[in-house]
């Protein structure tokens, strides 16, 4: 069980809107550490798309933002595309280790 | 262009030990902390542990401590995971991150490593 707690899926139409959330506790994100994004597609590495909460790397499509509040955070992806199926995970820090959540499975439609 | 390159799939037996590699490149090797990460088939991300290759300075997850080793060469921009004696558990795909202010910006391309009898 992962320390931080994800859907295991959500789905979407093209050019729909869909969130993920990312729960934690006070040990972790309530804690004030900073939450990071990865996108996994098939066969690959993961993928950094939202770094410090809310912030994008250069190349990730503005599609994509994030956002955190008190104990949680929340991956947005507007203008749902074919090419965004992927799995999604958060990433933040607990006691200073390094912690992932489980990982959501993200269906567009 | 920043890169990191590991090394390639690993077929082993149990009881075997194993080093796999993670060569980085474009940027100040010994100046980022190097993160390991476990994939099991069908699953999810698992921190393991990381190293800072200026110093050698190492930090394990509870889960990992005593299971696997990480070491680094500065001179050759290069960082290990080694086992000295694997399980079938040990089964996975194992990944190099660079460790940034931003996160694990760069990600190596995985290694694969199969441990069966």
């Known amino acids: 069980q992962s320390v931080l707690t994800q859907p295991p899926s959500v789905s979407g139409a093209p050019g729909q809107r869909v969130t993920i959330s990312c729960t934690g506790s006070?040990?972790?994100?309530?804690?004030?550490?900073?939450v990071h994004w990865y996108q996994q597609l098939p066969g690959t590495a993961p993928k950094l798309v939202i770094y410090?909460?809310?912030n994008r790397p250069s190349g990730v499509p503005d599609r994509f933002s994030g956002s955190k509040s008190g104990t949680s955070a929340s991956l947005a992806i507007t203008g749902l595309q074919a090419e965004d199926e992927a799995v999604y995970y958060c990433q933040s820090y607990d006691r200073r280790l390094s912690v992932f959540g489980g990982g959501t499975k993200l269906t567009v439609l | 262009e920043v890169q990191l390159v590991q090394s390639g799939p690993e077929v082993k037996k149990p009881g075997e030990s194993l080093k796999i590699s993670c060569r980085g490149s474009g940027y100040n090797f010994d100046t980022y902390w190097i993160d390991w990460v476990r994939q099991t088939p069908g699953k999810g991300l698992e921190w393991m542990g990381s190293i800072f290759p200026g110093d050698s300075d190492s930090k394990y997850s509870p889960s990992f401590q005593g299971q696997v080793t990480f070491s680094a060469d500065e001179s050759i921009s290069t960082a290990y995971l080694q086992w000295s004696s694997l399980r079938a558990s040990d089964t996975a795909i194992y990944f190099c991150t660079r460790t940034s202010t931003r996160g694990y910006d760069r990600w190596g391309q995985g290694t694969l490593v199969t441990v069966s009898s």
């Open positions: 006070s040990s972790n994100i309530g804690a004030g550490y900073n």
């Open positions: 410090g909460n809310d």
